[in-house]
């Protein structure tokens, strides 16, 4: 016998930076933990992708996390991995703001629970289902890699792993790596692994520097680029293919050492290497595919969000075709600055839809 679905009014799928700025906001406008709202998080701990990140990623490293509404991180320690300092900052803020965050419960499928348009959505989870009002949805991209398909993977002898599998260098001593990516994290990884192997950087595209000094400005124009695929419903790209390679004191010895002469993708994988239709061949024990990440939105997929061309029509959080949902974490908030203020965007929309305006609302 199926059980009755949990009747809430906000259901916000996701607990990292965007779904816990939105669990603050929901909070500070009067929503009730429990009966009103219920944030959905498939890990069995907390931190949002910050969890699984590389052990050899610092703090020292990363590009800046922004502070979370209403409490702040405070001073970190730079040698600290971020995927033990940044999981152990949420959890504080979790308990701090009694956020109501259900895990590990993974959200399976969404859909209308009727024709009315208003009415409510089906949440479906491994651990029973909800019914609600309004959706937030704060699922990230982590739990979806990237990997481009080439010819002859399945030949290859040696190891094809994801950024998402990198636990870092040391596995590669003394071995021939090519590190595929032109992203931040392609260029980390390969600083990384050059330490201890041989190295081949491949990009689809000519990586792009940036030169002198990155200001608000440039950020602003990036996020401004990626807003405005994302409301002409094209995919999102990643900020930082928007943005260029920042050229930090590292990126330039790596330039100087020639670490960073890169190739262009190859064409095909044989047994022990790749091979360019130019008929370069370089061997290769492992292949690292730092190639990005997709928006993890398949759950959703019942509601008919997508464009032919595989993006969502998006405007600042709002889906224009479905006005129950909200996408936070999503395009030009895919990062910590603008996951954070999405969620307060996400929250005010969503109250309006519920005709709640508590007073002194932002
Ligand atoms: P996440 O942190 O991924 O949280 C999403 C949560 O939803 C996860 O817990 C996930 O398991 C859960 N989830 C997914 N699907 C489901 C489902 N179906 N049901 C239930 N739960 C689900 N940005 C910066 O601003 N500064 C940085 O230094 C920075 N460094 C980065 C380094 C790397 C290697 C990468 C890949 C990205 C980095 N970013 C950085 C971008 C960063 O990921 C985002 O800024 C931000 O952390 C994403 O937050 P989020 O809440 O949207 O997603």
Known sequence: ??????????????????????????????????????????????????????PTLRMATVHGVHDLPGLP??????????????????????????LPVHRPVRVRSVWPEDDDPMGRLRVATDRGDFSTRALINATGTWTRPFWPRVPGQ????????????????????GRKVIVVGGG??????????????????VTRRPPVFHEGPFTHEHGRAAVARVDEAVRAGRPPESVVSVTGLLLTPEVRRMRAEGLLDRLPMFDELTADGAVWHDGRFEAADAILYATGFRAALDHLRPLRLREPGGGIVVEDTRVPAEPRVQLVGYGPSASTVGA?????????EVNRLLGRVPAGMT
Do not use: C, K, N
């Open 340 to 348: 954070t203020r999405a969620g307060r965007f996400a929250v005010r």
């Open 184 to 201: 931040a994290s392609g260029v980390q990884l390969l600083a990384e692994i050059a330490t201890v192997a041989e190295t081949t950087w």
């Open 73 to 98: 991180m405070g001073p970190v320690d730079e040698d600290e991995p971020a995927a033990t300092a940044v999981p152990a900052y949420f959890a504080a803020y979790e308990q701090h703001f009694a």
């Open 1 to 54: 016998i199926e059980a009755e679905p949990t009747a809430v009014d906000v259901v916000v799928i996701g607990a990292g930076q965007a779904g816990l700025s939105t669990g603050y906001h929901l909070r500070r406008t009067g929503h009730r933990p429990e009966a009103g709202f219920v944030l959905l998080d498939a890990p069995s701990a907390p931190g949002g992708a910050w969890r699984f990140r590389w």
């Open 154 to 173: 399945a030949v290859f002898r040696g190891r094809q792993l994801h950024t998402v599998d990198y636990q870092g260098p040391d596995e590669f001593a």
